[in-house]
């Protein structure tokens, strides 16, 4: 345990030092228009730029249907964006690849395969040899908590662990950037509080880029160097909001920190007033 | 005004029918054989059998057995599909006797049944409602199973009495799955029907096939074929179109048929 | 034991006891002459003694060779069917509209044309069960293959999977509880028209069979055939269930 920092030594310490951090993650004026109907066209997303620094964990906040998780899906490769493009070190993205890796709210993992089949899968597609693609999935398996769970199947396991497994088997090849699409939303508050606190573990290891969609305010404040708030329809940025807060935390200690305090009151106000303007529907 | 889309889509199975008998008639074409008629032939000498009057009685006398087996089977099999599909014990009493019965092919018990009740049309009837029945019972037992419990119980916090609760509540919630049955039924009734005429070799559309195909009439053979398969197709069709407008409310069904059971 | 004789086995077994006590007292009151009804013990002892005799074995043999040769090739079709409609836009614009119009069609009626075509052999009985085992397979894998969880496909490419691959390491495991059901429906129509084509015509098979003791009123003989084709349909059906759910022993609800 370590103590509450006392308020000078928090100045005295630049919390994120604007190390010579290169850009990982380049999205250049990204648009996204869904037709809904024949009538009707839906802009999921309108001219988007951010940029995403290498070993930055940034989260996106936004209510649901603004365009969040599309964003996610096009930084993955998975959808093509109507105009603009997204690029992965100065590389246009086409397609997904195993640089970046998805955790997605449904888990899905491969209900035919039992966790350790699961968390192997990506290692052995990138030509691992299977005894060794077994022993770095096991050591990952035992590293996000399953270890004697190795061959069971999905259905078998809960929520939490079955958000572990797939962790574990995006984790399993190496992706440059993780990609979680509201990772922790399908899971109850107990849940969801260690996992979060297991996944702040991880990434203290080897700092990967982190791009972390959510729509809860003290995931993302708790989570992130960097929050990105979006508003809805069209869906756009609304603000970039720096998290200056010390690592490694603590979510005992942030709690009483007035900082992070400050940094979740001021993103829900900034809804709040987004809210008044009118419902946007 | 229809968009494109809707217009293709609606045209698709016409343009599918004409494409067939295309390959059909290209494939009589090349083969040359004395007993595969084209498709014109074919089609040509659907009128004469529409036309002849003893055919057309037995065709239509054929349809009165079917319509009359599907009915009554319909009008048991959903009430006893979702008893059981709301009953433990009820499910519990049916389900092993349905399993035994589910692969006895119900066609096959036309001579027997005919030893017993003679060649009329007491037999045919009930061998296409056997035939009918266990898809329409098992579909209404699927749905019925699957209706929610809270809306039970909201429906009975508002007072409504189990028997009131299974036609207000169950049969409509049901209904999506029971006309998936019903629909099995009705494909599953004319096949029986020709199977069982073909089969009794008496009367009916089956019966005709086959006396065509003895007597080397081939291409009233094909011709009856066509017509048969007119039937199906339409029949099809046409509850299709019931289906939509009575389960309107339900989510969007998947648009290629799926059940066969 | 106890397990095994809940009360919903009993339950379950009561209704097949009574139409079994039925049928033995309309012989033994008097209300059916056994020439007519012979008593299920007399009907079972001479499905047993028939078992044994190497003519109805082969006439069991020749129905399963059609039944496995049609049920085959309907797997192989409606699978390959079912997953390129599933994943090729093209190829469901064209086989969407040709399913619909060929689905409900009874394909019995087509069994005249197939015997004149193929004639009175195996060929036409092994096509007629193929047409009728095709449409619930190729129904089922289209359903399954064309409703894959997007973010199964998104988790493999990710992993560095490629597009063609996807089909088989994604799309066919994924499917295949719907292939499998659809299979098992197959399965029992393929019994069922593998012995109704051996009533219509035929020189051997259990439907034949059926047909030859019908001609001589030979009731006895009738039932034989019918109870061992639906316990082949029970058996079969079994043993693909085991097969699914140890393929599916994964699957959730398998």
């Keep these: 345990m370590t103590a509450v920092p006392a308020r000078s030594s928090e100045w005295v310490r630049p919390v994120t030092l604007p190390e010579p951090a290169s850009a990982i993650i380049e999205i250049d004026r990204v648009s996204q228009v869904f037709q809904t109907s024949a009538r009707k066209d839906h802009v999921a997303l309108s001219d988007i730029s951010l940029t995403i620094e290498e070993g930055a964990f940034v989260s996106i906040l936004g209510p649901s249907g603004c365009g969040k998780s599309t964003l996610l899906y096009i930084v993955g490769g998975f959808v093509s964006p109507t105009s603009g493009a997204a690029k992965m070190k100065g590389q246009v993205i086409t397609g997904p690849g195993p640089d970046r890796g998805p955790v997605f709210q449904e888990f899905a993992l491969f209900p035919w395969k039992t966790v350790l089949g699961n968390v192997m899968y990506g290692p052995r597609q990138q030509g691992v040899r299977a005894a060794e693609a077994e022993a770095q999935s096991r050591a990952l398996i035992e590293m996000v908590g399953l270890k004697g769970y190795e061959n069971f199947y999905p259905k078998e396991l809960s929520g939490g662990m079955k958000q572990r497994v797939a962790l574990a088997r995006t984790l399993a090849y190496h992706p440059e950037v993780l990609l979680m699409d509201e990772p922790f939303g399908a899971l109850d508050a107990h849940t969801r509080t260690r996992l979060q606190n297991d996944l702040l573990n991880i990434w203290e290891r080897d700092r990967k880029t982190v791009l972390f969609v959510t729509h809860s305010v003290d995931e993302a404040v708790f989570l992130s160097d960097k929050v990105v708030m979006m508003s809805k329809s069209p869906g756009r940025i609304r603000a970039v909001i720096d998290i200056d807060l010390p690592r490694p935390r603590r979510r005992t200690e942030l709690l009483l920190d007035p900082r992070y305090q400050k940094h979740v009151v001021d993103i829900e106000r900034m809804f709040d007033e987004s809210d008044e303007a009118g419902p946007s529907l | 005004m229809m968009s494109p889309a809707a217009l293709t889509r609606r045209a698709a199975p016409v343009l599918a029918c004409i494409g067939l008998l295309a390959v059909w008639q290209i494939a009589s074409l090349v083969l040359k054989n004395d007993s595969f008629p084209t498709a014109m032939e074919a089609i040509r000498a659907i009128p004469d059998i529409l036309g002849d009057k003893e055919s057309l009685i037995n065709i239509l006398a054929s349809l009165r057995r079917m319509a009359l087996g599907f009915a009554v089977a319909v009008l048991i099999s959903i009430p006893l599909g979702l008893l059981m599909g709301r009953s433990r014990s009820v499910a519990a009493f049916f389900n092993p006797l349905l399993m035994v019965v589910y692969p006895v092919p119900k066609a096959a018990l036309m001579p027997i049944i005919m030893l017993w009740l003679g060649v009329g049309d007491i037999t045919k009837t009930l061998v296409i409602f056997l035939g009918v029945s266990l898809p329409v019972i098992y579909h209404s037992f699927e749905g019925a199973k699957a209706v929610e419990e809270k809306m039970l119980w909201s429906g009975a916090a508002m007072g409504l009495s189990p028997a009131q609760r299974l036609v207000r509540i169950v049969l409509p919630a049901a209904l999506p799955e029971i006309l998936t049955g019903c629909r099995t039924g009705l494909v599953l009734a004319l096949i029986t029907m020709i199977t069982s005429e073909m089969i009794a070799r008496q009367s009916g559309a089956g019966n005709i096939l086959f006396n065509a195909l003895d007597m080397g009439q081939y291409d009233t053979v094909f011709a009856m074929i066509i017509i048969v398969g007119a039937m199906g197709i339409c029949f099809d069709a046409i509850f299709e179109r019931v289906r939509a407008r009575l389960v309107r409310w339900s989510e969007p069904q998947f648009d290629m048929p799926l059940s066969f059971s | ?254």
């Excluded at chain 3, 393929?190 to 020189?203: D, Q």
């Excluded at chain 3, 034989?224 to 085991?242: K, R």
Aim: proline share 6%; glycine share 8%.
């Design chain 3, 1 to 254: 034991m106890a397990r095994i004789l809940s009360p919903t086995v009993l339950l379950g077994i009561a209704p097949i006891v009574l139409i079994v006590a039925l049928w033995q007292g309309l012989v033994s009151f008097g209300f059916a002459p056994a020439v007519l009804l012979p008593p299920p013990g007399f009907v079972f002892s001479r499905l047993l003694q028939q078992l044994v005799t190497w003519t109805f074995q082969q006439e069991i043999v020749a129905t399963l060779i059609r039944l496995f040769a049609g049920f085959a090739i309907a797997v192989v079709l409606g699978v390959s069917i079912g997953v390129a409609a599933a994943a090729s836009p093209a190829i469901n614009a064209v086989v969407r509209p040709i399913v619909r119009v060929l689905a409900p069609l009874p394909k019995v009626a087509l069994y005249p044309a197939l015997l004149l075509l193929l004639g009175f052999g195996h060929g036409s009985k092994i096509t007629l069960v193929t047409a009728d085992a095709l449409f619930p397979i190729l129904l089922s894998t289209y359903y399954g293959a064309s409703t894959v969880e997007q973010k199964l496909i998104w988790s493999a490419m990710a992993a560095g999977t490629r597009r063609t691959e996807i089909l088989f390491k994604v799309v066919l495991p994924a499917a295949m509880p719907a292939i499998l059901t659809g299979c098992r429906i197959g399965l029992v129509i393929s019994c069922i028209v593998v012995f109704l084509a051996e009533m219509i015509t035929s020189t051997d098979g259990l439907g034949h069979a059926l047909v030859t003791a019908a001609r001589t009123f030979q009731a006895v003989d009738m039932f034989v055939p019918l109870i061992t084709i639906s316990l082949l349909g029970l058996i079969l059906n079994a043993l693909l269930g085991a097969l699914r759910s140890y393929l599916l022993r994964g699957f959730p609800e398998a």
